[in-house]
């Protein structure tokens, strides 16, 4: 059974920064990061696949990186510039295929979910 465990979430200004960590139980071939605010669907916002190709949500393009460390099975999402808009609980997600499409229709194609981590951001 796999395991994701995120920590680094929590409360912060707008403006600043945050970074977000997920810890595997072993290597997997795509992770990604989930937010789902209340009343809102679960949204993809960063994937990053075997050989490095990553993916970004519109809404977090230029203010978030999402980076692996492969001999940790550590997947990390550092936030900059957050804006109470990116208030939401945060989930690690992966699975053992390539495919590391954010597409909201096909977040059930993650296999592995964490327990998620709060980031709340004020304005």
């Known amino acids: 059974q796999v395991q994701l465990v995120e920590s680094g979430g929590g409360s912060v200004q707008a403006g600043g920064s945050l970074r977000l960590s997920c810890v595997a139980s072993?290597?997997?071939?795509?992770m990604g990061w989930f937010r789902q605010a209340p009343g809102k669907e679960r949204e993809g916002v960063a994937s990053?696949?075997?050989?490095?190709?990553?993916r970004y949500a519109d809404s977090v393009k230029g203010r978030f990186t999402i980076s692996k460390d492969n001999a940790k099975n550590t997947l990390y999402l550092q936030m900059n510039s957050l804006k109470p808009e990116d208030s939401a609980m945060y989930y690690c997600?992966?699975?053992?295929?390539?495919?590391?499409?954010?597409?909201?229709?096909?977040?059930?194609?993650?296999?592995?979910w964490g327990q998620g981590t709060q980031v709340t951001v004020s304005s």
């Open positions: 072993r290597y997997l071939y795509c």
């Open positions: 997600a992966a699975k053992d295929s390539d495919s590391c499409t954010l597409v909201a229709s096909r977040v059930y194609e993650y296999s592995y």
């Open positions: 990053i696949a075997t050989f490095g190709t990553t």
